[in-house]
């Protein structure tokens, strides 16, 4: 990750996800509360990335006032689905968006964003999302390789 706050952020994750098997121990009930709760930061991350990116790029690429309305948009999208990453990417470049969902549909990429969006809402609302600490972890890895492909496009 290019910025620094999204290159913490997942630093952060990363250190939670290695440790939660220490931290629960042999509990295995406590273990599933680290997944469900790794999902909910993992999905808080998303969020931030799409907005810190778009952000970035219209600060670099216009005037402070478009850059400013640009950031205020971007940064309000709540629980981004791979298709509202495509979405926002076309309304910067159509191709962009093209390039982005033909990226997305491959390894399973587009399936870990949604996956770690539906069980952050299942979690929300108190049901059993049935996400553990490895599953996590794979879509995490997805997910950041959805991002640098982001910030590829953006040129950052």
């Known amino acids: 990750m290019?910025?620094?706050?999204?290159?913490?952020?997942l630093?952060?994750?990363?250190?939670?996800?290695?440790?939660?098997?220490?931290?629960?121990?042999?509990?295995?009930?406590l273990h599933?509360?680290?997944?469900?709760?790794?999902?909910?930061?993992?999905?808080?991350?998303l969020e931030n990335a799409i907005g810190e990116i778009y952000s970035e790029y219209a600060r670099r690429a216009a005037s402070e006032p478009i850059a400013k309305y640009v950031a205020s948009a971007v940064l309000r999208i709540q629980n981004p689905r791979a298709q509202r990453?495509?979405?926002?990417?076309?309304?910067?470049?159509?191709?962009?968006?093209?390039?982005?969902?033909?990226?997305l549909d491959e390894n399973g990429r587009?399936?870990?964003?949604?996956?770690?969006?539906?069980?952050?809402h299942l979690i929300a609302h108190g049901q059993d999302a049935g996400i553990t600490v490895v599953r996590v972890k794979e879509y995490l890895?997805?997910?950041v390789q959805a991002?640098?492909?982001?910030?590829?496009?953006?040129?950052?």
Do not use: P
Request: with cysteine; aromatic share 10%; hydrophobic share 40%.
């Open 110 to 120: 587009k399936d870990a964003i949604d996956a770690i969006m539906a069980n952050r």
């Open 11 to 29: 630093q952060r994750l990363n250190w939670l996800i290695d440790n939660s098997r220490r931290a629960s121990g042999d509990q295995l009930e």
């Open 32 to 45: 599933a509360h680290w997944g469900r709760y790794l999902c909910v930061l993992v999905a808080g991350f």
């Open 141 to 143: 890895d997805k997910c």
């Open 85 to 103: 990453f495509v979405e926002t990417a076309s309304a910067f470049k159509r191709e962009w968006g093209e390039e982005l969902e033909e990226y």
């Open 147 to 156: 991002l640098e492909f982001i910030e590829m496009q953006c040129g950052l």
């Open 2 to 9: 290019k910025s620094a706050s999204l290159a913490r952020q």
